[in-house]
Each structure stands twice: as C-alpha cells, then as structure tokens.
C-alpha cells in the first residue's frame, strides 16, 4: 500500500516543484530502470544466497531512503536530483527483492497450485492498488512529505513480516562455485531454452512501453485538465478496482480461456486507449483502461505460473530475474518517452502514437505459434523440465 501511494506522489511531487511532465517522466525512468539493469544480479542473489536475508536487506534500504527523502521535503529543501536518487534505490531495492520473493514461493507452493497461488498474490495487490493512489493523494494534500513517510513506515513492516516466517525459502543447496558470469547466463539459457517464455517475455517487454506510458499520462491530462491530487487518485484507484474484480474473477477466467488467451487478452486491451485521440477528455481515457486493469492480473498470475512451474529451483531467481529484465527493459523508455511526447507533441498524438503500438503489439501476439503451442497451465506439475 506505502508503494502504490507513493508511487502517484512522486509524479505529483515532480510537478508541483517543477511542473514539467519531461522531469516527472524522469523520475517514472528512475524508478523502473533499475529492474532492467540490476534484477540479474538479484536473481544471482536468490538463488545463492539465503532468499530471506536479501528480502530483509532490499526492505532496509528502501526504509531508510523514503525516510530521508521525506526529510527532505518537510523541510523544503528538496532538489529535483534527490526525486531522482531515491526513486533509483527503491527500483534497485526491488530489483533484490522480488526475485528471492519469487523463490520463496516457488519453495512452498506445488506446482499444480501455483495459478491459485499467484491468483490470490495478484488479488491482494489489486487491493492495495484500490486503496493507495487514493490514499497517496489524500495524504499529499495533508502534507507533501507525508505519503513518503507512509511508505518508510510501510517497509520497516515488511522488514519485521519477512523475519517472523519460518518457512525455509529454498531448498537445501550447496554453495555454487560458480562465477557470477556463468550464474546470470544459466538463467537467461534456460529462459531463452523455452520457446513459450521467451515470446512471452518479448512480447510483454513492448507492452511495458505503452503501459507506463499510458499510467504517466493519465496523471499529467488530468494536471492539465485542473483536477486535484485527491481526484487524479479516485481516478488511478479505479484502474485499481478493476484490477481487484479481475483477479478475484482469476478462477473463473482460467476455466474458460487458456494461458495464452488471458496474455492476448490484456494486450488487446491497451488497444481502446486511442478512443482518447477522438474525445480527449481524461475520464474517457481513465475509462479506456478500466478493461486493461480487469486484464493485468489474470496475465500477471498466468506468467508467474508459467516462470515458476517451468523453472527448477535451483535457477527460479534467475530465470524470474531474466524474465523481469527483459520485460521492463523497454519501460523507462515508455515512461521517459512519454514525458517527453506529452511536452512536445501534446496529450493526444502521444496517446495515439501508444494505442497504435498496442495494436502491432496485439496483431503480433495473436498470430504467434509459440502462443498456439504453449503447455497447459492445468498440467505444469506434468511438464518435464531441466534440473
């Protein structure tokens, strides 16, 4: 919740000190770049060190950068560069974390289970979803400095729940002696091995261009078109509640489409956003995105199933390291690019220009044979993999 509150505040605390959409695309780079450039090596990490203490560790740091920036603005003094700085530490503290989280699961969840498992992880992260951005822009208006010391407080929480599990988070290993080059390439192999994975990946590394870029604009229309922090919050929280309805709808959906109909699903529905080119209202595109939030978790929860049931758990951080760089690798440039295009072409050619990727992106997606031949997310327990 301190992460989806924070994550509409930093937009809003860029523009308020700046009022330039170029910078607040800058900062949405700071914040995603370090997934592309680092979750590698956190994947190293996961799966050679113990996954617990690197959790608590990206939790400390990220603690302790929002405390300082928050420090920073309660009392004004808060230069562009240090928005930037900490929106890299929390990326970077991400990129550590979310590996060894995905490991952590993977060691305590069976394979056949693993769609339920990451159905309800996507339920739960609809939920906070509905509830921060609205909760964020609330406390903006209270005080700028305030959702920042939120989201410290909500990682010293984190920190504290990660140490009280006693679950183990990963098989009894040996020590790998080998080099970090050879550590990081066997994740990428086995990822680019699986023909399934590797569509999958290049396919959703596009759609990380246009939906950073579309969240970014809703947030700077919206600015531009007078509503207030609170407003532009109810509005980000709507994307929320879809997303609630579509990941407690998981269940039903996977009993009537496959896997790989639920991933087409969401990259057609980023197609609706240039309805915005012909009516150029931000309610009509916050209404443009209502189907893609119903779509994100249900292909969020399909992909975690697929990289968790598909990969051994002697490279899961890795393989789900290599999938994570791949797939954001093209996001800061989507949030960047974004920024950029609003200040120099306007809100609705860059828009258009996103809603027209998103239909190569579909048209692609949908005559792929990867994504006609992809195993059944029923029978992952089934499928034979490497170990």
């Not at 490991?103 to 739960?124: D, F």
Request: glycine share 10%; proline share 6%; with cysteine.
């Amino acid at each position: 919740m301190g992460t989806q509150a924070s994550s509409l505040v930093y937009a809003l605390l860029t523009l308020a000190l700046t009022g330039s959409p170029a910078k607040a695309g800058l900062v949405g780079f700071a914040r995603v770049a370090p997934l592309g450039a680092l979750s590698l090596l956190g994947g190293v990490a996961a799966d050679r060190f113990d996954r617990k203490r690197v959790m608590v560790a990206a939790d400390a740091v990220r603690a302790v950068a929002m405390a300082l920036l928050a420090v920073s603005v309660a009392t004004g003094h808060t230069p562009f560069a240090a928005i930037v700085a900490v929106a890299l530490v929390e990326g970077a503290g991400t990129a550590f974390f979310g590996p060894a989280s995905a490991g952590a699961i993977r060691s305590v969840v069976p394979p056949r289970q693993l769609p339920a498992a990451t159905s309800t992880t996507q339920a739960r992260l609809a939920t906070v979803r509905l509830v921060g951005p609205p909760l964020g822009g609330a406390l903006f208006g209270i005080g700028r400095a305030v959702p920042f010391v939120a989201d410290a407080i909500s990682y010293a929480c984190s920190l504290v729940t990660v140490l009280l599990m006693r679950t183990p988070f990963q098989e009894t290993r040996e020590r790998s002696r080998e080099r970090l080059r050879a550590q990081v390439r066997d994740g990428l192999r086995f990822l680019w091995a699986q023909r399934f994975l590797r569509t999958m990946a290049l396919l959703l590394a596009v759609t990380n261009i246009v939906a950073p870029g579309i969240s970014l604009a809703v947030v700077v229309i919206a600015r531009e078109q007078g509503l207030s922090g609170g407003a532009i919050g109810a509005i980000v929280a709507a994307l929320g509640a879809a997303m609630l309805v579509g990941s407690l709808a998981s269940p039903l959906v996977r009993r009537l489409l496959p896997g790989p109909r639920i991933l087409l699903l969401e990259l057609w529905t980023w197609v609706g956003t240039g309805v915005f080119v012909v009516w150029p209202d931000v309610y009509v595109l916050a209404a443009a995105i209502i189907p893609c939030g119903f779509a994100i978790p249900n292909s969020d929860a399909v992909i975690g199933a697929y990289v968790l049931g598909l990969s051994p758990d002697r490279l899961v951080g890795r393989v789900d390291s290599a999938m994570m760089t791949i797939v954001v690798a093209a996001a800061p440039v989507g949030t960047l690019g974004t920024g950029v295009l609003l200040e120099a072409a306007g809100a609705r050619a860059t828009v258009g220009a996103l809603a027209c990727l998103a239909l190569l992106l579909a048209i692609a997606g949908t005559l792929s044979p990867s994504m006609r031949t992809a195993p059944d997310l029923d029978r992952l327990d089934a499928v034979t993999v490497p170990r």
